[in-house]
């Protein structure tokens, strides 16, 4: 096997997670993108995504300055590690910066990006909404 092909085995792994057929599997393969996520994908298991809360105020939700949200880089929530509550406004912010995060991931660059700062849907009570909350992006070793 050359240095930067993945092991069959990897593959059927993925096969069997995502539930593709042969066929599916065929053409996940041959996606440049796919073999290229699939190399960085040590990476991302050994790496947690912590959103941490920067600003808070008029959070209906009652999100406060502290507060830390989790990610497995590979892009799911560990809610068990976080507030009870989670605001739906502000996963959005924190979904664009795991994609970010991701993509600095795959090409090898350090992976918090420049602007690692992002906040909630709601405005504001300045602007007619109730409150503002922004949240900083930190990348960190997985803890074992």
């Known amino acids: 096997m050359a240095k930067n092909e993945l092991n069959?085995?990897?593959w059927k792994i993925m096969q069997d997670k995502l539930g593709y057929t042969e066929e599916e599997a065929k053409k996940f393969k041959n996606n440049p993108r796919n073999?290229?996520?699939?190399?960085?994908a040590e990476a991302l298991m050994n790496?947690?995504?912590i959103f941490e809360v920067v600003k808070?105020?008029?959070?209906?939700?009652e999100h406060k300055v502290g507060d830390k949200f989790y990610f497995g880089a590979e892009g799911y929530m560990l809610a068990h590690k976080g507030p009870k509550k989670v605001c739906p406004f502000i996963l959005p912010a924190m979904s664009r910066l795991?994609?970010?995060?991701?993509?600095?991931?795959y090409e090898g660059l350090d992976?918090?990006?420049?602007?690692?700062f992002s906040q909630c849907e709601d405005v504001g009570i300045d602007c007619g909404g109730w409150g503002r909350v922004v949240i900083e992006a930190k990348v960190v070793d997985r803890q074992r």
Do not use: D, L, Y
Not at 56 to 61: A, E, P
């Open 98 to 105: 795991v994609w970010v995060i991701q993509e600095r991931i």
């Open 111 to 116: 992976p918090v990006p420049s602007f690692k």
């Open 47 to 49: 790496k947690t995504i």
């Open 35 to 40: 073999v290229k996520v699939m190399k960085a």
């Open 8 to 10: 069959e085995a990897v």
């Open 56 to 61: 808070s105020h008029g959070c209906n939700i």
